[in-house]
C-alpha cells in the first residue's frame, strides 16, 4: 500500500474518532442535570424525524400527502408495527414488504 494512501486513512481514522471520543471524555467527568439528561433523551427522535419527514412528506420537490404517496402509505404499518412490537428488524421488514407491495399493486 502506498504510504500516502495509509496516511490519509490514518487521517481520515483520526478524523472521525476524535468527533466521538472528546465529547464522551469530556462529559464523562461532569455531573449533567436531570433536566439536561432528559432534554438530550429526545435528540434522537428529533434527528430521525427530520431525516424521515423529507422523504415521505415530499414527492419530487413538492408536497405529497394522498394514496399516490407510497412511502407514506408504508409508513404508517411500520409506525403501528413499532409501536406494538418494539423491534426494530419488525419495523424494517414490514417497511420493506408494505414498500414492494405498495409499488406492485399501486
Known amino acids: 500500500m502506498d504510504g500516502k494512501v495509509l496516511t490519509i486513512i490514518i487521517g481520515m481514522m483520526i478524523v472521525t474518532y476524535i468527533p466521538r471520543m472528546l465529547p464522551l471524555a469530556i462529559l464523562s467527568r461532569i455531573n449533567i442535570?436531570?433536566?439536561?439528561?432528559?432534554?438530550?433523551?429526545?435528540?434522537?427522535?428529533?434527528?430521525?424525524?427530520?431525516?424521515?419527514?423529507?422523504?415521505l412528506?415530499?414527492?419530487?420537490?413538492?408536497?405529497?400527502?394522498?394514496?399516490?404517496?407510497?412511502?407514506?402509505?408504508a409508513a404508517i404499518p411500520c409506525f403501528i408495527t413499532g409501536?406494538?412490537?418494539?423491534?426494530?428488524?419488525?419495523?424494517?421488514?414490514?417497511?420493506?414488504a408494505m414498500v414492494v407491495l405498495l409499488n406492485k399493486f399501486m
Not at 35 to 43: A, D, F, I, K, Q
Not at 57 to 73: A, I
Open 57 to 73: 412528506l415530499l414527492k419530487d420537490g413538492q408536497l405529497s400527502v394522498n394514496l399516490s404517496n407510497t412511502y407514506l402509505l
Open 33 to 55: 442535570s436531570k433536566g439536561l439528561l432528559n432534554w438530550l433523551s429526545y435528540v434522537p427522535v428529533a434527528v430521525l424525524s427530520a431525516l424521515l419527514a423529507p422523504e
Open 83 to 96: 409501536i406494538y412490537s418494539k423491534s426494530i428488524f419488525l419495523t424494517v421488514v414490514t417497511g420493506m
